[in-house]
Each structure stands twice: as structure tokens, then as C-alpha cells.
């Protein structure tokens, strides 16, 4: 439910906005940004979905208002479907543990998909903004909440623009859990790793001082990237094998994975974003689903593998080769990189 004072502000320039029953707007009027369901939309450019998307999608909003989320996603994609496992699987939201929740914190999602974290992270903090740029998956996630009795989460469609709809220091956590790689990637008026820098840099702005960015995205180095037996697909979606893609990742040209990037360029832009403090993290086996998330020192990777019940890798290739990687070396070949990383005001470190 929107109450008149919020966070959002005008994207690009800040601007308080006023809320009416149509939605937001600036106080000039100039820029309008209406609501549907109860979801505002900021996004810049026309949305690439396709017919089909868009249709599924409506469906899936249909199903749920009237035979409830979970019924909808079985109805829509089948129960035994990899979609509705990712949507509905509690175990992937276990790395709202590592993050300073409480009945205080006011948290930002970015990239909701269909409500996956957003339901278990609302019942941690006192309020959650949800940014998601299918507006589809916004409303869902919207309506999944809502079905559970959440009533400390507003979800918003935006994020195209690689802008954040929300006022400067006014969010303790941000978390963009697998959604980096993407943020820049869907809309061609945006060069890719400009889009993601400007991102973070937007991620740092609306932390308060002393908040927390989580970012968990796809390392391009990954064993799992050089190894996994499928291969993989290109940009057109057509099969490629698996030294091709290699190839293409290293050119960073294989934009089926998103942007990726390695460890050490990733830390760099955090960095020049202004975090500090970085924290990185093993998720294990696999970035996806992890079930448990190691310090990436060499210390701390060594006494995980000899606590004896790390499963190391999730497909055959990774569990053979990812005991023999030494630990100093683990992050920069593990699937993803994960990092719990500060905002400081500048001067303060
Ligand atoms: C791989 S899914 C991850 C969803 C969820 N965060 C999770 O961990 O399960 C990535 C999501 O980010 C959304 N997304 C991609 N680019 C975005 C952007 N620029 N702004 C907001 N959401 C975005 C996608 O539509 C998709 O729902």
C-alpha cells in the first residue's frame, strides 16, 4: 500500500514527487509516472518484452489474484518446472543471513523477478522497496507479498535507465542478488559496463552512510564458465560449444551470461563506485542456490574444505576440479562473486 511520504524520487534528477491517485508526479507536473495495481512504473524506454511474455505474464497476474501466487505458478509454468523450483525454493534466500537485518532497517531490492527474496526479506526488516524492470514480475511480486501478509514492501517497475526512482541516503541495505550481470544489458541505448557502473554509483547514493551493498553476479572466469559440459548459448540464443563460448566470455561478447566480470575488475568497480570494506564470499557449490557461503581468504577457505561437508562444485566437472584449486585462488574461479561491501562518506575511512 503507497502512503503519500515515500523514498521515490524523480530518476536523473532527484526530485521529491507528489503522490495522487494516478501515481507520482513532479511538482511542475513535467514528468508523470502512473500506477497500475498499485505499482508505480518509472521506466524510461518502451518495454522489450515480447507478446508471448507479456501474455504469459498477464495470465500469471490473473491466476494469482484469483486462485492465489503459488497456484499461479504452478497453473502457468508446472510444478516440476526450473522456474517455479527458482521461485519458490526458501533455501536460496539464505544469504539474507549474512546481512544486517532487523525490525529498523529499511532495505532495497533491485530486480525482484517474482517475489523470490522479497517475501522472505520483508519478514527481517521494517520496510522493503522492491525495483523490478519487468512490470509484470513487479506486480506479482506485489500481489505474492500482499497473499502473505506483508504489508511493508512497495514494489516498482524501473531500473531500464540504470536510475534508482529513490531519494540519496535513506536505505540501509541494498541487495542485487544475480541481477549486475543483466542491469545493462537489456537495453540497447545503454553501453553495458557504463549502465552497471552507473548502477552501483546509483546503489551508493541512496545508502545511508554506513549502509551495506549485497551483489552476488556470475564470475566470467568461473570454472563452472570454462568446464560445464552444455556449453552454452550465444546472444541469438543459438547453440555454441563450449571453447567457443569460453572465447566469447573472454571478449566479454557472450551477453547470454549478461556482462560478467572477473573477480579483480569487479572489486575495482566497487570500489570506484566508493565502497569499501569489501567482503567477499564463496557461494557454494553454486551462486544460484548456495548452501553456504565461505570468506574467500585462504584461512577460511582451507577450514571450510577440511570441515569435510563442503559440497564444492554443482556440476560433475566443478566437484572434481574445484578441490584441487589452491585456496588463494578459489575467488577468482569460483561460480559467482559475492560481496558485502560498505558505504562510507567519503574522507571517513
Ligand atoms: C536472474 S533474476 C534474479 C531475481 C532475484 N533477484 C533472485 O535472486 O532470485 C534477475 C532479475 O533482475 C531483473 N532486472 C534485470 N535488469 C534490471 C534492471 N536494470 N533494473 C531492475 N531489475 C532488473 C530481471 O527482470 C529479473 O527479474
Known amino acids: 500500500m503507497i502512503q503519500s511520504k515515500t523514498l521515490y524520487a524523480c530518476p536523473g534528477s532527484g526530485e521529491e514527487l507528489n503522490f495522487s491517485d494516478t501515481g507520482f508526479s513532479t511538482s511542475d507536473g513535467r514528468r508523470q509516472f502512473p500506477t497500475v495495481d498499485g505499482v508505480p512504473n518509472f521506466l524510461a524506454y518502451p518495454?522489450?518484452?515480447?507478446g508471448e511474455q507479456v501474455q504469459t505474464l498477464i495470465w500469471l497476474n490473473e491466476e494469482a489474484r484469483t486462485k492465489g501466487w503459488e497456484a499461479s505458478l504452478r497453473a502457468v509454468y508446472g510444478k516440476s518446472s526450473g522456474i517455479y523450483q527458482y521461485v519458490t525454493d526458501e533455501q536460496r534466500a539464505a544469504f539474507l543471513d549474512l546481512?544486517?537485518?532487523?525490525?529498523?532497517?529499511?532495505?532495497?531490492?533491485?530486480?525482484?523477478?517474482?517475489?523470490?527474496?522479497t517475501a522472505p526479506l520483508a519478514e527481517r526488516c521494517k520496510l522493503v522497496y522492491g525495483l523490478e524492470v519487468v512490470p509484470g514480475?513487479?506486480?506479482?511480486?506485489?500481489?505474492?507479498?500482499?497473499?502473505?501478509?506483508l504489508?511493508?514492501?512497495l514494489v516498482a517497475a524501473g531500473g531500464d535507465d540504470c536510475q534508482l526512482p529513490y531519494a540519496s541516503s535513506g536505505f540501509d541495505v541494498?541487495?542485487?542478488n544475480l541481477v549486475l550481470e543483466w542491469c545493462a544489458a537489456r537495453e540497447q541505448r545503454i553501453q553495458a559496463e557504463a549502465g552497471q557502473r552507473q548502477f552501483l554509483s546509483e546503489a551508493f547514493r541512496v545508502l545511508k552512510r554506513g549502509?551495506?551493498?549485497w551483489v552476488n553476479t556470475k564470475n566470467r572466469f568461473s570454472l563452472r564458465n570454462l568446464f560445464d559440459s552444455s556449453g552454452g548459448r550465444t546472444d541469438d540464443g543459438k547453440?555454441?560449444?563450449?571453447?567457443?563460448?569460453?572465447?566469447?566470455?573472454?571478449v566479454g561478447k557472450n551477453r547470454h551470461d549478461g556482462l560478467t566480470h572477473s573477480y579483480n575488475k569487479l572489486t575495482a568497480m566497487l570500489q570506484e563506485a566508493g565502497f569499501r570494506d569489501l567482503q567477499s564470499f564463496w557461494a557454494a557449490p553454486e551462486m544460484r542456490c548456495p548452501t553456504a557461503f565461505i570468506p574467500t581468504d585462504p584461512a577460511s577457505v582451507r577450514a571450510a574444505r577440511q570441515a569435510g561437508n563442503l559440497v564444492q562444485g554443482d556440476t560433475r566437472s566443478t566437484r572434481l576440479l574445484m578441490p584441487l584449486v589452491p585456496a588463494p585462488w578459489v575467488k577468482l574461479v569460483m561460480p559467482g562473486l559475492t560481496f558485502l561491501a560498505k558505504k562510507y562518506e567519503s574522507g571517513e575511512i
Open 211 to 213: 549502509g551495506n551493498l
Open 174 to 176: 541494498v541487495i542485487c
Open 239 to 250: 547453440r555454441t560449444g563450449r571453447l567457443r563460448k569460453v572465447l566469447l566470455s573472454l
Open 151 to 153: 504489508t511493508n514492501v
Open 47 to 50: 518495454s522489450i518484452e515480447d
Open 99 to 117: 546481512l544486517p537485518l532487523n525490525d529498523q532497517a529499511v532495505v532495497l531490492e533491485i530486480g525482484t523477478g517474482l517475489g523470490q527474496i
Open 137 to 149: 514480475q513487479a506486480r506479482f511480486t506485489g500481489e505474492r507479498c500482499r497473499q502473505s501478509g
